[in-house]
Nanobody, 116 residues
C-alpha cells in the first residue's frame, strides 16, 4: 500500500511561483512513476506532470510545459512540482498519484489559487 501526502499549496498572484511537495511512504518509492494531477471546480481531474522512477524522464501537459518542473529525491521519498509564471487558470486542487498493482493511490490534495 502507498500513502501520499501533498503539501505546499496556497494563494499567489498571477505570475508568481509555488512549490508543491508529495511525500510518499514505503521502501519501494524509487520503483514508482509519480504523477501530478489537478482538478478545477466543475471540471474533470486532468494530468499535469509525471516523472520516471529514476527521475531521468519527465512528461508535462501542454498547458504547463515550460512553466512547471517536476523532480524527485528518492532518498527522501519526495517529489516536487515547481510552478512558475502561474496563471489564474492554474487554480485547482493538485494531487499526486501513484498507480501500483493496478490501483490508483492519491494524496489528499492541496489547493492552489492564482489571483489575477
Amino acid at each position: 500500500q502507498v500513502q501520499l501526502v501533498d503539501s505546499g499549496g496556497g494563494l499567489v498572484q498571477a505570475g508568481g511561483s509555488l512549490s508543491l511537495s508529495c511525500a510518499a511512504s514505503g521502501r519501494t518509492f524509487s520503483s514508482y512513476v509519480i504523477n501530478w494531477f489537478r482538478q478545477a471546480p466543475g471540471k474533470e481531474r486532468e494530468f499535469v506532470a509525471a516523472i520516471s522512477r529514476s527521475g531521468g524522464s519527465t512528461n508535462y501537459a501542454d498547458s504547463v510545459k515550460g512553466r512547471f518542473t517536476i523532480s524527485r529525491d528518492n532518498a527522501k521519498n519526495t517529489v516536487l512540482l515547481q510552478m512558475n509564471s502561474l496563471k489564474p487558470e492554474d487554480t485547482a486542487v493538485y494531487y499526486c498519484n501513484v498507480r501500483h498493482g493496478g490501483i490508483d493511490y492519491w494524496g489528499q490534495g492541496t489547493q492552489v489559487t492564482v489571483s489575477s
